[in-house]
């Protein structure tokens, strides 16, 4: 699962070099698609019935499963980035958020910034969990703790991470919050996606008439990250990062192991 892992991160780190107030997220659609072919791949979003687009791009409020549109971005929007890719078989998935800067309006972009901030640092405190714990529901646990700790924003719980492999979703389910159960073990073979995907205001959310867009109800702002991670033998690789993780990891004394 290394290759598609690799072909999503240059899907994500084209698209991240391209954003800016004025682009369209149909536009970053096809940067994104571009990128995953050029490497052998294939947009695996593609292969969900009735999905015709390479990415998900969730502007404000719309904060999951968002189709790409000609609308132009604005300066202070708050852009999540979602794409996949699947090459021989194997699937991957991820996430970035993008706070667009407002000089007109530096409170809005700051707040923004933040939201991604605690977003991102939640699903590494995530996936920093998974390297060490025992079974999988640990992870909504450091998840959930960390946006607590930091913030007062709020985790949605109807969305969360999955197992990958074959099928870009697949079992376990991945919480972002603490569950009465403990979950499955965390032993070598087990690749799942961790997503916190974070609202400003309440976790309520409504589906859009195109019936794929899932949008925060009282209209906050919200942020998703997320990286397909491998348990191996000798410790975890973050698959859709460029150095395994290294970085993200590091400051949380994790240092993630290449797969054998």
Not at 53 to 78: F, M, R, Y
Not at 147 to 157: A, P, T, W
Not at 179 to 199: C, D, H, N, Q, W
Request: glycine share 8%; charged share 20%; proline share 6%.
């Amino acid at each position: 699962m290394v290759e598609p892992g690799l072909a999503a991160v240059a899907a994500l780190r084209a698209m991240r070099e391209a954003i800016r107030p004025g682009i369209t997220t149909l536009a970053l659609d096809a940067i994104a698609e571009d990128a995953i072919r050029s490497l052998g791949g294939a947009p695996n979003f593609m292969l969900e019935p009735g999905y015709r687009h390479t990415i998900c791009a969730n502007v404000n409020a719309d904060v999951v499963h968002s189709i790409p549109n000609e609308q132009p971005l604005k300066a202070g929007d708050i852009v999540s980035l979602d794409v996949g890719a699947v090459i021989n078989g194997w699937n991957s998935d991820a996430a970035i958020t993008v706070a667009l800067a407002d000089e007109a309006r530096p409170e809005i972009s700051a707040a923004n910034q933040l939201l991604s901030d605690v977003t991102e640092q939640a699903m590494w405190h995530g996936i920093a969990r998974l390297a060490r714990a025992e079974h999988l529901n640990e992870v909504g646990e450091s998840v959930s703790a960390y946006v607590r700790k930091h913030s007062d924003f709020n985790v949605l719980e109807d969305y969360i991470g999955h197992g990958i492999g074959r099928s870009m979703h697949e079992d376990p389910q991945v919480f972002n919050v603490p569950v009465a159960k403990r979950g499955p073990e965390v032993k070598p073979g087990l690749v799942v996606a961790i997503e916190p995907i974070i609202s400003a205001g309440t976790i309520e959310t409504v589906i859009q008439d195109d019936d794929w867009t899932v949008t925060i109800a009282d209209g906050s702002m919200s942020a998703q990250w997320e990286h397909s991670v491998a348990v191996h033998e000798r410790g975890i690789w973050v698959l859709t990062a460029e150095d395994g993780g290294a970085e993200g990891l590091a400051p949380l004394g994790i240092t993630p192991v290449p797969i054998p």
